[in-house]
């Protein structure tokens, strides 16, 4: 029979590889549209050398475009290097609203090819807990996989994050087809073991339309 460790391991290296794969997809997205207008620069610069004059309103469109795809390039490496450095300690102080904004971003394509919209609730501030950052990331994204089978007819998945009593808690809200999901199909083996490891209560309410992570403050 697995072990945690087993389940861990295995849920971790599809996560990392999930991850990745989505990231290396958006980067060349950005390249090849660089690559794109780089392409249409030189056609200009051509055109130019055969004495047609270049229009500038069309070479700053150009440059504006490049610079867009710089900013959206440069906001994928920062969440790639934010989710590689979630490895670096086994426990460490974490914010889980900096946690669910990474997640949404994270899940934005794996969402979008879904038409799920991810909302992340601010409402009520920064929320620090320690704890394992990869691991909560880990079992986040699994609850988002089963979470983004169940939205309603708003294909919207509000991601909250709350004080409590022991540490902080964790919502994924307006799920209303949790009503009609198969009650064995989560939380699976990998979500459980992830759950134990990190101490944690989860549970789902179909009532309430949420799935919801009980996260304890493992500082001292």
């Known amino acids: 029979m697995p072990s945690?460790?087993?389940?861990?391991?295995?849920?971790?290296?599809?996560?990392?590889?999930?991850?990745?794969?989505?990231?290396?997809?958006?980067?060349?997205?950005?390249?090849a549209v660089i690559n794109e207008n780089a392409g249409l620069l030189e056609d200009f610069c051509l055109l130019a050398e055969r004495g047609k004059p270049m229009d500038p309103s069309r070479l700053k469109r150009l440059a504006l475009d490049v610079k867009e795809q710089v900013r959206r390039g440069d906001g994928i490496v920062t969440g790639m290097n934010r989710f590689a450095h979630s490895v670096?300690?086994?426990?460490?102080?974490?914010?889980?609203?900096?946690?669910?904004?990474?997640?949404a971003a994270l899940a934005l394509r794996f969402a979008g090819m879904r038409g799920v919209l991810l909302e992340v609730n601010r409402a009520r501030g920064?929320?620090?807990?320690?704890?394992?950052?990869?691991?909560?990331l880990n079992l986040l994204w699994l609850c988002l996989e089963h979470a983004?089978?169940?939205?309603?007819?708003?294909?919207?998945?509000?991601?909250?994050?709350?004080?409590?009593?022991?540490?902080?808690?964790?919502r994924l809200r307006k799920?209303?087809?949790?009503?009609?999901?198969?009650?064995?199909?989560?939380?699976?083996?990998?979500?459980?073991?992830?759950?134990?490891?990190?101490k944690g209560q989860l549970s789902i309410d179909a009532q309430a339309n949420e799935i919801s992570l009980q996260v304890p403050d493992q500082r001292g």
């Open 175 to 198: 799920l209303e087809g949790l009503k009609n999901a198969a009650a064995a199909a989560f939380p699976t083996e990998p979500a459980k073991a992830l759950c134990r490891v990190l």
């Open 4 to 31: 945690d460790s087993d389940y861990i391991g295995r849920a971790g290296l599809e996560f990392f590889g999930n991850v990745s794969a989505s990231i290396s997809h958006d980067i060349k997205n950005v390249l």
């Open 126 to 136: 920064p929320v620090t807990v320690a704890t394992s950052a990869f691991l909560l």
């Open 148 to 170: 983004m089978t169940c939205t309603g007819p708003a294909r919207t998945i509000e991601l909250v994050a709350e004080h409590a009593a022991s540490g902080a808690g964790l």
């Open 88 to 103: 670096d300690k086994s426990s460490t102080e974490v914010d889980l609203l900096e946690i669910l904004d990474l997640l």
